[in-house]
């Protein structure tokens, strides 16, 4: 199989197979899952034809029975089963928060200092060309419930519950489940830069690539410690080459603001350059060695005045000898991009935080739910960007093709006219660029209720054959 044949089956064989102790629950999952995947925008209310499948859905989210984790298993299995077909693949850890509004039982404060929870999840995509995404394989929803107080290293690192821990609790998820099915290599941003993590994956003998983050005491080769800063500044470059550099917008957060500031789309001309770093361990920690690490940096050479330069420096277990070795590492960070996505494929394409339920427990039961229809959104625009020659009917029902065809009077012949043409019933404007997920998940909205409306009028007989 395939991406496309992926994205032909349905949102209920996706997620059969859910043990939720009563074989009604899990025929209720399947009949809730596709509704909610043919309508991903729309509210629970506008999803369900009668007011008894709504209440269904309500008591389903409800039920203590069995919990998110039981809803995603099936898609957790799908997704390595994938991973498996391809051979070669990345785990994309990130953490997202998801804020509401109004009062719900069981949630914490935000960074925005709303209320809401947090997602840690690790997303798998194919090592390929398009970085075909595969699904969610872990996940670790918690809200923050009041701080700890200012606790000592050591005691942090000691409480199997702390936040700072979910980054290697995810990959040794994905590593203990694998079972040598397909090979892996783990992608983090810089909260993965911890000691705790780096020298927890040499341990698990994962493969890995991550941001740098702190300037680390290191080991020089005379055997003196230094500062991990003064050492890579030495490096000369062994290429130059150019790499776009997407548009990102003012963060409201101050720290996200600080970390990840705004800038615009440009080609960036970078120099490229790698070394072999012994990291010394903490102060204070006496139970572990130094660890050593390949490291790649990358720099921007004569940057814009007006612009946050490109200077990244990146942890990895993988050979970096050669300049293609150095770029494939580079490469395989800057698909961080495909983990982004999916959030906003959650957030915008399904519309999880405008959802009305009462309690972190409905909650995250519906976002168990969502985040394979996220998953197959994702994968319709990957297809549309990856193969954008491909028929139209790898991404849309013949039906919902015939209806953009009526809608707008022309042929749709490829994925990329026909991920287009939805995009423009959600208002998107061709001279705007490529369409984001709330013109698409408003353009998927209309698309489908423009389906059923041909279904219905296909039923209806007409005179000739009364």
């Known amino acids: 199989m395939g991406a496309t044949e992926w994205l032909g089956e349905s949102i209920s064989d996706e997620i059969s197979g859910a043990e939720l102790k009563d074989p009604r629950r899990t025929r209720r999952l399947g009949d809730i899952a596709e509704r909610l995947a043919n309508d991903p925008a729309a509210s629970f209310p506008d999803a369900f034809a009668t007011s008894a499948e709504l209440e269904g859905f309500y008591r389903f989210v409800r039920n203590d029975a069995f919990d ?46 709303a209320q809401g929870f947090l997602a840690h999840l690790t997303l798998l995509v194919g090592a390929d060309q398009a970085r075909t995404p595969l699904g969610v394989v872990a996940a670790e929803l918690y809200a923050r419930t009041g701080r700890k107080g200012r606790r000592l290293v050591r005691e942090r690192r000691d409480d199997s519950s702390s936040e700072g821990l979910r980054w290697l609790r995810g990959a040794e998820a994905v590593e203990s489940t694998r079972d040598r099915r397909f090979s892996c290599i783990h992608v983090a941003d810089r909260e993965g830069d911890t000691f705790h993590f780096l020298a927890g994956m040499l341990d698990l003998g994962a493969r890995f690539v991550v941001r740098v983050s702190q300037n680390r005491r290191v080991v020089d080769e005379d055997g003196e ?39 615009s789309e440009r080609t960036a001309r970078v120099a490229l350059a790698a070394t072999k770093v012994t990291v010394a361990v903490p ?15 990358v ?168």
């Open 283 to 297: 102060m204070g920690r006496h139970d572990a060695p130094d660890i050593e690490l390949n490291l790649v940096r």
């Open 68 to 113: 998110w984790t039981d809803v995603l298993r099936p898609h957790v299995q799908r997704t390595l089963a994938r991973a498996a077909e391809l051979g070669e693949c990345l785990a994309i850890h990130d953490t997202t928060e998801f804020a509401f509004s109004g009062q719900r039982e069981g949630l914490g404060r935000t960074s925005s200092k």
């Open 299 to 466: 720099w921007e050479v004569d940057p814009p005045s007006d612009q946050p330069p490109v200077d990244w420096m990146l942890w990895t277990t993988e050979p970096v000898r050669t300049v293609a070795q150095m770029r494939k590492v580079v490469d395989w960070y800057r698909s961080r991009w495909v983990i982004e996505e999916y959030f906003k494929a959650l957030k915008t394409g399904c519309q999880f935080e405008k959802r009305q339920l009462e309690s972190f427990q409905t909650l995250t039961t519906a976002l168990a739910l969502f985040a394979p229809v996220a998953w197959k959104l994702l994968l319709m625009r990957s297809i549309a960007h990856s193969d954008p020659a491909r028929a139209a009917t790898a991404v849309l029902t013949p039906i919902q093709v015939k209806y953009l065809e009526k809608k707008y009077r022309q042929k749709l012949r490829t994925a990329r006219e026909a991920l287009l043409a939805t995009a423009r019933l959600g208002g998107h404007l061709k001279q705007n660029g490529e369409p984001g997920w709330q013109t698409l998940g408003r353009g998927y909205e209309k698309l489908v209720a423009g389906e059923a409306f041909l279904e219905v009028m296909g039923s209806i007989p007409t005179r000739e054959h009364r």
């Open 225 to 263: 410690l230094t500062r991990l800063q003064q050492q890579v500044e030495a490096l000369q470059p062994r290429s130059v080459f150019e790499i776009a550099i997407t548009a990102r917008g003012k963060r409201l957060n101050p720290t996200m603001a600080k970390s990840h500031p705004s800038r």
